[in-house]
């Protein structure tokens, strides 16, 4: 028994010791990147454009290109992500197609992104003629968050009690009329919280735009311009420079990015907390 | 009436979008990539020693073993490390350890893959060059950089399987008079065994697909390492890196080929995964 | 699956390609329709506002950039986005029309000549061999450069240098510089690399990084990080290239297809004009004026 109690007790440790691991990985990782910035980020560092190739100046082109990207990505991926979710949860029932599709979604989410790059890159830029713009890196996103969306869609649908429903259909209530004014409202909170992953997710891909964006610094004018998304800026600075400038503003540009993914999980948690207080 | 049937009939089609993006993936990617395989020959391309796009020699084999390499030594670290959180999260930890890790978790898991490279650029190659020998651009830096991007996947993939055991279980071991130990390692891992393991090819597809952070820390020579301290290229690296400067003519559809081997691999490992989780 | 589900599918598809074609016939994208060429002597000819892209060899890029730059100057509401993609991928977007002005720094090969384009040779370079600042080698010979790069020579100590194996950096496949150095040092020896960096600051990059390392850029790149090596005694400058005593040169490109329009036409003659010229030498350049 004495064994059995120091092997509890070595376990145990072993258990402590690799969750502390991971918690000093990723401290080292935010610290180190943080670090580093210190100095270098500040109003003037979001709100100039860049100079001399990045070397100089700030990233305002580049936040802009990644806005704009989020922006196309979540117009284009919301309304279907959720369509289909509500789909596969309201109407198909035990439809074989639903399980079809489904194990799309998860396939989808499987496939790498710079095979959503090459697609992109065949499809968009050159089949339809879109160039590298804002457009083509933007529906590239979109295919590559929808998922994202409908997963969500369907788990926060799944959680609306059945009840609802039902109240709903004895007062008469049509089957659309119940999936829009009681199961979507009710499910709207867990709805926007994979909007809002999709976004994190858009803002940080790097792989599958830059075979779809190009990597003009410029402030676009169309949605058809080039632009350099800052995951994009940091890669072409972190394997092309040793400028001190220009690594300074890589390592800017790597902690405004994980800000970024910051505020979103802090935003999803937050609505989340709310939702499921709401909920019971 | 009509308008419901015009909301189903949508929704029908918001549904089929993933699909249906997935079709066009293979469709677009395959009718490119296809073609040159077949002029190359199945077996020279996957097994071909030489990558000289310039003479139109395209092998791929370097790059498959590398792929696979990087994949295994990254898994090898961070499969214990992953499983054993997994377990800590799900039975040991005190509930201030889980409200501390969970997000910590999700925030590895947002992090763009750009900002992991980046750092494995900045911090493991220099370190490796100077401590161990350069060109610090090596199989070892990639594996640690790949490692810390698999363990979300890993971790709460395996964290679910392991909640997802019936508490019954559990109970009938400590009725028994077995430690918590002995009852994890005895009855929950085992009975968890395939959710774990789909977590563990999962998070394999994720370091497979990796594109950002192997490029920028590989070294991305196609031959067959002799060290862990060697640079290798790997298939998303090799499609990156040379469709980025997008070439012409066999050497692109050289490059979708490796796209359509690149596919087929993590397809298969959805596949996989999926069965495992639904045998659980 | 039903045979109802193919009528969603196909509804999909249809609308997915029918919006990708609308978009494509109101895109701006192709190159605007063909005016009546300006007179290439009116000094600064009005150019009618819009946007031209350039893009191609990461070499002519750096140029390319600081060009573009003093060009929209000139000429407020023009736009030249410059893109660095590689010479290949530059002279292949200039043929399919994804950029309208390719660059390439190396010369059109094989079936490339046939495809119609119009070559601008906009200045003339020196491709630089480059070392780490530390590195106590100041010059090889031309065939020492070769057997490092083939493989033959393994050790600085065998240059005069330190017991070092030596890292050997090169381009990816598809780069112009890479090309025209192969082309001229290899004599048709396949390159035995350690290391395969992507881009001119790729590589000057790992170059930078690495005591061990040798690689080689456009000698407009070579700044303090690197170090440039004498190769049988010449330094690797305009000086050299224009007296004919360095051999690892090659032109910068500019490449259009068919019918030039007034703003190609207008950054083309302000890049061969003296003000571009001037600006090209001033980036260790050859001029061609």
Redesign the interface.
Known sequence: MISAHINEKIAKLVLWISSLTILAILLAIIGFVVMRSIGIINLEFIFSMPRAGGREGGILSMIIGTLCLIAISTTVASPIGIGGGIYLTEYAGEHPLSKIITFGAEWLAGVPSIIFGLFGFAFFVVFLGWGFSILSGGMVLACMILNETIRTTQESIKAVPASYREASYALGATKWQTVSRVVLKSAAPGILTGIILGIGRAAGETAAIMLTVGSFMALPTSLFSSVRPMSLHLYLLAIAEVHPGAIARAFGTATLLVLMVLIVNLSVHTIMRRYTRALR | MLKEWIIEKSLIVAAMVSFVIIAFIIMIVFRAGVPLIAEVGVGNFLFGMDWRPEREIFGIFPMIIGTLLVALFSMLISVPLGILTAIFLAEVAPEIMRNILRPAIELLAGIPSVVYGFVGLMVLVPFIRTHLGPPGFSILAGSIVLAIMALPTIITISEDAIKAVPKSYKEASFAVGATHWQTIKNIILPAARSGILAGVVLGSGRAIGETMAAIMVLGNLPVIPTSVLGPIRTLTANVAMEMAYAPHGPHRQALFATGVVLFIVVSILVVISNRLRRGQ | ??KG?WI??G???LV?IGI??I??AV????PPPPLPAVTPQVPLPPLPAG?I?V?GSSSVYVVA?HLAERFMDKHPGV?V??????S??GI??AR?G?FHIGMASRWLRRDEPGWGLREFVICHDAIAPIVHPNNPVRGLTMKQLKKIFTGEITNWNKVGGENL?I?VIIR????GTR?AFEEIVHEGI?PV??????????V???V???P??ISYVASPAV?P?VRALEIDGVKPDAAAVVAGDWAIARPFLFLTMGELSPLEQGFIDFVLGSEGQQMVADEGLVRVD
């Open positions: 699956m039903k589900m969603p599918i509804i999909v598809v997915a990708g074609v978009i494509r895109a701006p994208q192709v946007r892209v893009g950039v736009v986005e410059t893109h660095s993609v590689g290949t991928a292949v977007g399919e994804t194996p890292t990816e496949a598809g780069s090309d396949d690399p350690t290391l395969i960096l992507v881009g001119t600051g790729g000057r990059a790992g930078a990084g690495d061990s390392s700044d990080t």
